[in-house]
């Protein structure tokens, strides 16, 4: 069981690498040269909503990336709209601007494709919904597991 554990770590991570060139090969489609894939997954998980960067953060997946760093290219190049909340003035909200909206549209576009694509091929709906439910209760335990390592202080890390 622990080789197969330790492969689908190495396979999630693998897959989250893979699903960022597959945005890459869109943008590319598209002729978006002014944001990176990372950046264009923030816009989609930005989508309809209005949110603040620590809400952005909880949403999504931004491995390696610096979101505040992110956020700011996203709103230089014009994919992002940022005001000041009313009510707390220390907090920045978030939402797209009608080309970060053009750019979901894309996006969106691109998951419909590999959906129809997957439709007609080996993974069923059934079978997504197996790995995601597997995959839930993976997150569920490295939470619990993080949880109980912080706060017994029993976290150290080793060299390898």
Known sequence: MKQNYLSMISV??????????????????NAVQDINSIQANI??????????????????????SNVSYNVKKLVETGYLI???SAHDRRSVRVRLSPKGL????????????????????PINAAAVTDALTTLRRFDRFWNRMAGEGLHQGALTFHAA
């Open 12 to 29: 999630i991570e693998h897959l989250h690498r893979q699903f960022l060139d597959l945005i890459s090969a869109e943008l590319e489609r």
């Open 43 to 64: 816009l989609f998980n930005i989508g309809p909503f209005d949110l603040t960067v620590g809400e952005l953060t909880l949403r999504g997946c931004y491995l390696g």
């Open 82 to 84: 940022q005001q000041r």
């Open 102 to 121: 053009t750019l979901c549209g894309e996006i969106d576009a691109m998951h419909d494709r590999h959906l129809a694509e997957l439709s007609s091929g």
